[in-house]
């Protein structure tokens, strides 16, 4: 260190947080650190040029007389608004976001110094309550909603504190940092000023500068949109970082009959050429965006759309859709709940054909078709009486009988694959029986799903993207993680509709990116719900979102500085319900299924594979209540089919599944064992909830042992026929009949004759029912279950093994590769273990402790066995 130069040092002690430790090192570095020049160095090279004096200010054992000459001679920026700041800080005025002890630090001749430099460059410094320049600005944005006349801030004023007295913020901590971008975007004047103080404008004040310039006014005044147009121009003029993106130009859509000046200031921008794309393009996009979300039902939306699409006419199909809701999903309460008309309401839905052909005519979107209709019914936000829709379809486009047969009974497969349709596919099979069928048999024949017709296991990908037709998850949750919006929205759209090309979502900023300020938002922030990004030549011209200016406006008011990842908490519950993709009430189609199919059913053995594959766990986790037998009897069984499906896709079980196992359900290989070929093919007619309730068959999980003979030739014949001959046998049930109660009357006793000690007598029967119940030992559910899941567990570790073994071969010696085992792997050697463990302490209780260890598959747990170090071997002289 003592060979190295002066400049060598001064780069180091420059990227120390606190130089003494450094100066102490010996005596050329105390000399050094003593150096005026190299102290002012140190705040410069660490602060900037605008920073530097407010940071050396603080540091009062490092400041100086000389210290500061240096500093201000070699470019420290002094406005008169620090000079304010640090007066009112020494004299014991509150300074509200310096809570350290900063100039008070300084001794006074150092001070009194610091002073007079101020007063030679600013002469009089109005030092009084409230006269300090940040109030200044702070007064004239808050007045910048006011008409010019009423400010009380001047322009003349203004321009002297940043010209004349050269204002600008001189920490980061000053509130003022965030918002004198918003001053510089109400006179955009001021900008060729704030820069020469240093100012840049950075360009993630975009968004939040121009949502303010067309912010709705406290008071409406003739000249607004004037004063708009006349901002924007400026600005972009200075700036050609600043410009308006379609972002800001979607939220000001958004608000185009409560904010009519901006709406006319954004139209006339368009047409003069200032903007970078075409409004009608971003009108295009941002209706698109209500297909998918709960705000197309709501009357605001329906009129602010129509007002966009009379300005803005487009011949997209999607725009139209969206429109044709807007339409028929407003307010239809007033309906009858049938959908059949009847005398008594005819006359209601005559008045509602009548209002919707008039809307339609209005907004010139008919004349309607048959797959119109389809269209619009196959909306996941149709409401439960929508009768009216289907007579509009009958008087209007005249369809027969015939025809609508053939609507009615596409709607109703349509709404197969669309979550949130159970209702109304309960109140078509409702009103229309031939549906049940005619549901059942497209079920069975069309979405059965084998083994074979998923992707080949090496393909990861294919594999972490496949995904069941049915039974999608509506919660939006992906392994515990919410999906984001752009990825739920592109594959919701009806498929009778040519929608646009999915959105690319753009990358997410990073959490640890410092902002700074309340209001500083970048355009990844202001888009909320699916995004649509436009670029041209390159460049990013910002994301369309559903949010007003006014919602976004107060998110950058309300938000803390530096809580990115919270941005969502400060939002209205009316902004954020609106852009959920499902209804507000619903009924998942899977659910409703299982209730009217039952749950010995292929309709409801179909839904459930479905359902295991999505991790759908709200129809994975609903099952019928019986009046008797075990809680899992009126689940959907659980077979090993399910278990190899997850296994082929390397995605975690269920833990239903797993309960289902310990609550002692049948083993079933398949679907096949206890459905007939009939129903698996859809030839034959479903059992219904009703029917699978007539008989009524008391079943156990597990074999009671008893001395009786026909229960012991039961067992045997069952044992001997193999794991899926019983369940064959008894189609309809789920376990074993207990015994008669003759049965139990004719055990024989075994009561020793002539005693009237009943301990012996006790006594001798527990042995005896002991010994029998040792002879009679066969393999339980639980036992079938955990030998094919441990068979399963290998094959998944040699499958393991063998990657681990190629990835290793491949990689460059040396090296450490880490091999992670798939979700279904981790989640069977976690609970196979513990399955058979359970087992062990259910075979304890029943056959006493005493018990041999023996188990019906081989141990799993060889390969985390713990071994102990040999001991060394010690040498034994001769």
């Given amino acids: 260190m003592d060979q190295l130069c002066d400049e060598i040092l001064q780069l180091i002690l420059n990227e120390l947080n606190s130089p003494a430790a450094f100066a102490a090192l010996s005596k050329r570095h105390y000399e050094f650190g003593k150096d005026p020049y190299v102290r002012a160095m140190y705040f410069l090279a660490r602060h900037g040029h605008i920073q530097a004096l407010y940071w050396a200010l603080g540091r009062g054992r490092l400041l100086n007389e000389r210290v500061l000459d240096i500093l201000l001679g070699s470019g420290a920026h002094l406005s008169r608004y620090l000079a304010q700041m640090a007066i009112h800080h020494y004299?014991?005025?509150?300074?509200?976001?310096?809570?350290?002890?900063?100039?008070?630090?300084?001794?006074?001749?150092?001070?009194?110094?610091?002073?007079?430099?101020?007063?030679?460059?600013?002469?009089?410094?109005?030092?009084?309550?409230?006269?300090?320049?940040?109030?200044?600005?702070?007064?004239?944005?808050?007045?910048?909603?006011?008409?010019?006349?009423?400010?009380?801030?001047?322009?003349?004023?203004?321009?002297?504190v940043v010209e004349k007295y050269k204002f600008i913020p001189f920490s980061d901590r000053d509130p003022m940092m965030a918002q004198y971008p918003l001053v510089l975007a109400i006179e955009p004047r001021l900008l060729p000023f704030a820069r020469q103080n240093g100012f840049h404008m950075d360009r993630k004040y975009r968004d939040f500068v121009f949502r303010r310039?067309?912010?709705?006014?406290?008071?409406?005044?003739?000249?607004?949109?004037?004063?708009?147009?006349?901002?924007?121009?400026?600005?972009?003029?200075?700036?050609?970082?600043?410009?308006?993106?379609?972002?800001?130009?979607?939220?000001?859509?958004?608000?185009?009959?409560?904010?009519?000046?901006?709406?006319?200031?954004?139209?006339?921008?368009?047409?003069?050429?200032?903007?970078?794309?075409?409004?009608?393009?971003?009108v295009q996009d941002l209706i698109k965006l209500f297909l998918n979300t709960r705000s197309v039902t709501t009357t605001h939306t329906a009129s602010v759309l129509r007002v966009l699409h009379k300005d803005f006419p487009s011949e997209d199909p999607t725009v139209r859709l969206v429109l044709l809701l807007t339409v028929?999903?407003?307010?239809?309460?007033?309906?009858?709940?049938?959908?059949?008309?009847t005398p008594n309401t005819a006359g209601l839905f005559e008045r509602y054909v009548e209002s919707c052909s008039d809307e339609i005519e209005d907004m010139n979107l008919g004349p309607l078709t048959r797959k119109d209709i389809v269209d619009i019914l196959l909306s996941k936000f149709v409401p439960e009486r929508f009768g009216g829709i289907l007579e509009y379809?009958?008087?209007?486009?005249?369809?027969?009988?015939?025809?609508?047969?053939?609507?009615?009974?596409?709607?109703?497969?349509?709404?197969?694959e669309i979550g949130c349709k159970g209702r109304m596919l309960a109140k078509l099979v409702a009103t229309y029986s031939y549906l049940s069928d005619v549901i059942a048999s497209h079920i069975v024949k069309t979405y059965r799903i084998q083994l074979e017709d998923l992707p080949p296991a090496e393909d990861e990908k294919a594999c972490k993207e496949f995904a069941a037709p049915l039974c999608a998850d509506l919660l939006l949750m992906r392994k515990g993680i919410p999906m984001t919006f752009e990825e739920v929205a592109a594959p919701l759209v009806p498929p009778t509709v040519e929608p646009a090309p999915p959105p690319q979502p753009e990358s997410e900023p990073a959490e640890n990116e410092e902002e700074v300020g309340a209001g500083e938002d970048e355009v990844e922030e202001g888009a909320e719900g699916p995004e649509t990004p436009a670029?041209?030549?390159?460049?990013?011209?910002?994301?369309?979102?559903?949010?007003?200016?006014?919602a976004m406006i107060r998110k950058d008011e309300m938000q803390p500085s530096r809580r990115r990842r919270y941005h969502e908490l400060y939002t209205n519950y009316h902004d954020s319900i609106g852009k959920l993709p499902y209804p507000a009430d619903y009924t998942q189609v899977g659910t409703w299924i299982q209730n009217h199919y039952g749950h010995l059913s292929a309709v409801a053995?179909?839904?459930?594979?479905?359902?295991?594959?999505?991790?759908?766990?709200?129809?994975?986790?609903?099952?019928?209540?019986?009046?008797?037998?075990?809680?899992?009897?009126?689940?959907?069984?659980?077979?090993?089919k399910q278990f190899k499906i997850l296994a082929r896709l390397g995605r975690t079980p269920s833990m239903s599944l797993y309960d289902d196992i310990e609550a002692g359900t049948e083993f079933y290989f398949s679907e096949e064992d206890y459905l007939s070929q009939e129903e698996l093919n859809g030839t034959a007619q479903p059992p219904l909830k009703k029917a699978t309730r007539r008989a009524k068959v008391k079943c156990e999980a597990s074999p009671t042992p008893g001395p009786s003979s026909a229960g012991m030739s039961t067992s045997r014949q069952a044992e001997a026929a193999g794991p899926s001959a019983g369940p064959s046998a008894g189609a309809g049930s789920q376990g074993r009949k207990r015994p008669r109660r003759s049965v139990a009357s004719?055990?024989?006793?075994?009561?020793?004759?002539?005693?009237?000690?009943?301990?012996?007598?006790?006594?001798?029967?527990?042995?005896?029912?002991?010994?029998?119940?040792?002879?009679?030992?066969?393999?339980?559910?639980?036992?079938?279950?955990?030998?094919?899941?441990?068979?399963?567990?290998?094959?998944?570790?040699?499958?393991?093994?063998?990657?681990?073994?190629?990835?290793?071969?491949?990689?460059?010696?040396?090296?450490?590769?880490?091999?992670?085992?798939?979700?279904?792997?981790?989640?069977?050697?976690?609970?196979?273990?513990?399955?058979?463990?359970?087992?062990?302490?259910?075979?304890?209780?029943l056959y006493g402790t005493d018990i041999a260890d023996v188990d019906m598959s081989e141990s799993d747990e060889d390969e985390y066995q713990y071994r102990t170090t040999r001991s060394k071997r010690r040498k034994v002289e001769n």
């Fill in 213 to 282: 310039m067309f912010e709705k006014p406290a008071v409406m005044f003739e000249s607004r949109a004037d004063e708009i147009v006349q901002n924007v121009r400026e600005l972009s003029r200075l700036d050609t970082d600043m410009f308006l993106s379609r972002t800001v130009a979607a939220e000001i859509c958004m608000e185009a009959k409560t904010n009519e000046p901006a709406y006319a200031a954004l139209k006339r921008l368009d047409k003069e050429g200032v903007l970078r794309f075409e409004l009608s393009s971003v």
């Fill in 328 to 341: 028929f999903l407003s307010d239809p309460s007033h309906l009858p709940e049938s959908l059949v008309p």
């Fill in 535 to 550: 670029e041209t030549e390159g460049e990013d011209l910002g994301v369309i979102g559903q949010d007003t200016l006014s």
């Fill in 393 to 416: 379809a009958r008087s209007v486009l005249d369809l027969d009988k015939e025809a609508m047969r053939c609507v009615i009974t596409e709607v109703a497969l349509g709404c197969l």
């Fill in 91 to 160: 004299f014991r005025t509150q300074v509200s976001f310096i809570k350290t002890r900063w100039v008070r630090t300084l001794t006074l001749p150092v001070f009194t110094h610091f002073l007079s430099i101020a007063s030679r460059l600013y002469g009089d410094i109005p030092v009084g309550k409230g006269e300090d320049d940040g109030t200044i600005l702070s007064l004239f944005l808050k007045q910048s909603r006011f008409p010019t006349e009423y400010r009380a801030a001047k322009w003349e004023q203004v321009r002297d």
């Fill in 746 to 845: 004719s055990v024989k006793s075994y009561v020793v004759p002539d005693s009237d000690d009943e301990d012996i007598v006790m006594e001798g029967e527990d042995d005896i029912l002991q010994k029998f119940a040792k002879k009679r030992r066969q393999e339980t559910n639980m036992q079938r279950w955990i030998k094919q899941l441990a068979i399963l567990f290998k094959e998944e570790q040699r499958k393991y093994n063998e990657r681990k073994r190629r990835i290793h071969t491949l990689s460059p010696p040396g090296a450490k590769v880490k091999v992670p085992k798939t979700e279904f792997h981790k989640s069977l050697a976690f609970n196979l273990p513990r399955l058979r463990r359970i087992d062990r302490v259910r075979r304890e209780k």
């Fill in 605 to 640: 053995a179909v839904i459930r594979l479905h359902a295991v594959i999505n991790q759908n766990y709200t129809v994975l986790h609903h099952y019928l209540y019986n009046g008797d037998g075990p809680a899992h009897s009126g689940r959907v069984p659980t077979t090993l």
